[in-house]
């Protein structure tokens, strides 16, 4: 395996010395955002990973290979096309296969924790849609999630996916939904979902105590950190629910399936809302990266619990 698996050499050092690391994914570079907005995104994430403090680790596989802390230049060329969205299920064919592709947050966390990285930053995780009991579509990221012990920064789930069933399904799994500065489980574009989380958190401090705690008590499972987007760079309700129901009409009509069906809504989505909903996406994925490496670090200094 490890030859198929290369962690760039300053990131290993650092995970070795015990410093802090962020592990950042792809798909969003190559099918969650416009072409352009993506390369910009994870350019601009990196940069706010270390500006914390955190060296910036941003996952996704190059020629069969996947690569642990990509360059610039190589999260550029993942996102010049043909970069195939990779989860657990055709990770392994397609590395064999010797494609370049990019890592969903169910793929980036197996790398990530094959590569000893603790925290990871992404924009929502995906989950149960809603059109679940017709297509049993639900993302391998909660299976990943309740596989691996990584703390992931997120703001929750889209609201293109069934998110009562969503939650219910995170705390089957047992995966801890810690609400930072918030106690409700944010919609990504949203605030407040409507739904709760297991605990509030108004400090980092305070957040990375719990989540070592989690890690410590062997549970196996991720630590997932709702943070929700601010206020500023919310998503009017109206603009969204409009957005919303004529993403799921068009997927619906147009019989979309399978991994096309996130990206497609994504898509249609930006669409709709004129944008509105990347200047939300951008925004949140920001404040996510500054939250992962304040974490890191405070999960990097010998602390209590
Ligand atoms: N949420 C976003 N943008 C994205 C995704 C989620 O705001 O690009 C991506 C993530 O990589 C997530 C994936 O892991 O979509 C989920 O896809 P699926 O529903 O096919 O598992
Ligand atoms: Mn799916």
């Known amino acids: 395996v490890s030859e198929r698996i290369l962690v760039a050499p300053h990131v290993a050092e650092a995970v070795a010395q015990g410093r802090p690391?962020?592990?950042?994914?792809?798909?969003l570079v190559t099918h969650g955002l416009p072409p352009g907005e993506g390369?910009?995104?994870?350019?601009?994430?990196?940069?706010e990973v270390r500006a914390r403090g955190a060296v910036p680790a941003t996952i996704g596989i190059l020629a069969g290979q996947a690569r642990v802390g990509l360059s610039a230049e190589e999260t550029e060329r993942l996102a010049r096309g043909g970069a195939r969205k990779l989860s657990l299920g055709n990770l392994a064919a397609h590395m064999a296969g010797g494609g370049n592709g990019s890592t969903t947050v169910a793929a980036t966390l197996l790398l990530a924790r094959l590569a000893g990285i603790r925290v990871f930053a992404t924009g929502g995780i995906g989950g149960v849609h809603r059109d679940a009991a017709e297509t049993g579509d639900v993302s391998a990221d909660l299976a990943a999630l309740a596989r691996h012990p990584v703390v992931v920064v997120c703001s929750g789930a889209k609201a293109v996916?069934?998110?009562?069933?969503?939650?219910?399904?995170?705390?089957?799994?047992?995966?801890?939904?810690?609400?930072?500065?918030?106690?409700r489980f944010p919609a990504f574009y949203r605030r407040d979902s409507g739904l709760g989380v297991d605990a509030r958190f108004d400090s980092t401090g305070a957040l990375a105590t719990a989540a070592r705690l989690?890690?410590?008590?062997?549970?196996?499972?991720?630590?997932?950190?709702?943070?929700?987007v601010d206020a500023g760079h919310e998503m009017p309700a109206e603009v969204y629910e409009t957005g919303l129901a004529g993403a799921l009409a068009g997927a619906r009509s147009e019989g979309i399936r399978g991994?096309?069906?996130?990206?497609f809504l994504l898509e249609r989505l930006a669409q709709l809302t004129q944008g509105r909903s990347v200047f939300s996406n951008r925004a949140l994925l920001r404040d996510n990266a500054r939250l992962a490496a304040d974490l890191a670090v405070a999960l990097a200094r010998p602390g209590p619990g």
């Open 39 to 47: 390369v910009a995104a994870a350019r601009e994430l990196e940069q």
């Open 214 to 228: 989690h890690l410590a008590l062997g549970a196996g499972t991720a630590v997932l950190v709702a943070n929700p």
């Open 161 to 183: 996916l069934d998110l009562p069933r969503t939650r219910e399904a995170l705390e089957s799994l047992g995966v801890p939904v810690l609400g930072f500065g918030t106690d």
């Open 21 to 27: 690391v962020v592990a950042l994914e792809t798909t």
């Open 259 to 263: 991994p096309a069906v996130t990206p």
